[in-house]
């Protein structure tokens, strides 16, 4: 196919940076095509941030510049252009979601998927939460207590997130968004985070989950809950579990919720997982 006028501007927008390529991630205000087209984007948002530590490890001999356009929808729209007008400056990268186990993969070397449902499971692992406990109080806890509660609360998550995975598969989803999912956790901070079963029973019965179908469902389609429990809902349980040790361990209270996520953006790459690393070994060209 020809190039569009608009896939043009596209294609040209790295001339404007003076870098080699522009990568388009979620996050920040939503903009129509058209927008992103003439060169609207958002600066900085921690979709950004992340995106530009896994080219700056797995590419560092490129330049890039990171622009934020609010919804995985613009990103797509993205992708499409990549895919019909063989954009080569342009990179789409985006939260995968459930589209491995759904099948709705694009695959181009310029459209870029988290590993796990989202930046957060990638990112969040029990090392990356010592690190930050121990960074933040100049102290030194036992891995084994992050461990324990960590595993725990994805196990109790884990058929919840065959729920959502399941309801994916039919357009829709299991947990609240975008907000509304800490109503299923117990979150105060004298104990670790868990979840309230009750509520999770309520969800199961308003949405009239089959329960049969969701394991069979999950089971088949091998759902690990780490790797696909809803990012935003994996993020703020790795928050509490910090706070919660922050507070029992070394009496500190009111470290911000921003400042977190980018500490764990910050450390992650020194605790990134074997299969986590190939992964994006493979997929950054």
Request: charged fraction near 25%; charge should be positive; aromatic fraction near 14%.
């Amino acid at each position: 196919m020809a190039f569009t006028r608009t896939s043009t501007g596209l294609q040209n927008q790295h001339l404007f940076h003076g870098v080699d390529f522009i990568v388009f991630v979620e996050g920040g205000q939503s903009y129509t095509k058209v927008q992103i087209d003439n060169g609207k984007f958002t600066e900085g948002s921690i979709d950004c941030i992340f995106w530009s530590k896994i080219f700056e490890k797995y590419k560092p001999s490129s330049k890039f510049k990171f622009k934020a356009i609010g919804s995985k929808t613009a990103v797509l729209q993205v992708a499409d252009d990549i895919l019909n007008n063989n954009l080569t400056t342009v990179y789409a990268a985006m939260d995968q979601e459930f589209d491995t186990v759904l099948n709705k993969i694009y695959k181009h070397d310029r459209i870029l998927y988290t590993f796990g449902y989202s930046w957060e499971n990638d990112v969040w692992n029990e090392n990356v939460i010592k690190k930050i406990v121990d960074a933040s109080s100049a102290g030194n806890i036992e891995i084994n207590e992050v461990i324990e509660p960590f595993q725990k609360f994805i196990k109790e998550f884990k058929f919840s997130t065959y729920c959502d995975g399941y309801e994916f598969s039919n357009n829709r989803s299991f947990f609240p968004r975008p907000s509304n999912h800490l109503k299923l956790v117990d979150c105060d901070l004298s104990s670790p985070p868990f979840m309230k079963k009750d509520e999770v029973n309520n969800l199961v019965v308003i949405k009239a989950i089959v329960k049969s179908r969701v394991y069979s469902f999950g089971s088949r389609k091998k759902i690990d809950c780490h790797r696909y429990l809803y990012g935003h809902l994996l993020g703020d349980l790795a928050k509490l579990l910090l706070k919660h040790l922050l507070r029992v361990k070394h009496g500190i209270s009111g470290l911000g919720d921003e400042i977190i996520r980018r500490m764990a953006i910050t450390y992650f790459l020194e605790f990134i997982p074997a299969n986590i690393d190939a992964y994006y070994r493979e997929i950054i060209k």
